[in-house]
């Protein structure tokens, strides 16, 4: 399904673009993974675009990757916080463009 295995656990990732029919995902390994590593394994793994949950078919989507011990990965969307995402982003632009218009003023 990807193209490196992702360890046994639940892993948090993020839809970060699509290349034709594959969607290519940032996925953040586990929390025990983190804390034996003292900080966060951040990598590439693809995906088919029709394995991710209809909802989660567009960029910045987060989704969750439960991998069991078989290496077998389910993916379910989270809507909460893709959202509070893009809120985050769209505050943050925000400000930056408050600061840019303030400066040419």
Request: aromatic content about 4%.
């Amino acid at each position: 399904m990807g193209d490196d295995t992702l360890p046994e656990g639940t892993h948090s990732a993020v839809v970060d673009r699509f290349e034709g029919d594959t969607a290519v995902l940032e996925v953040t390994v586990g929390e025990e993974r983190r804390q034996s590593t003292g900080g966060d394994d951040l990598r590439q793994w693809t995906v088919a675009r029709e394995t991710l949950p209809t909802a989660a078919r567009h960029q910045d989507a987060v989704v969750t990757l439960a991998v069991d011990g078989t290496g077998q990965v389910e993916i379910a969307y989270d809507e909460t916080t893709t959202t509070e995402r893009t809120e985050a982003m769209q505050d943050r632009f925000d400000r930056l463009s408050r600061r840019l218009d303030e400066d040419d003023g």
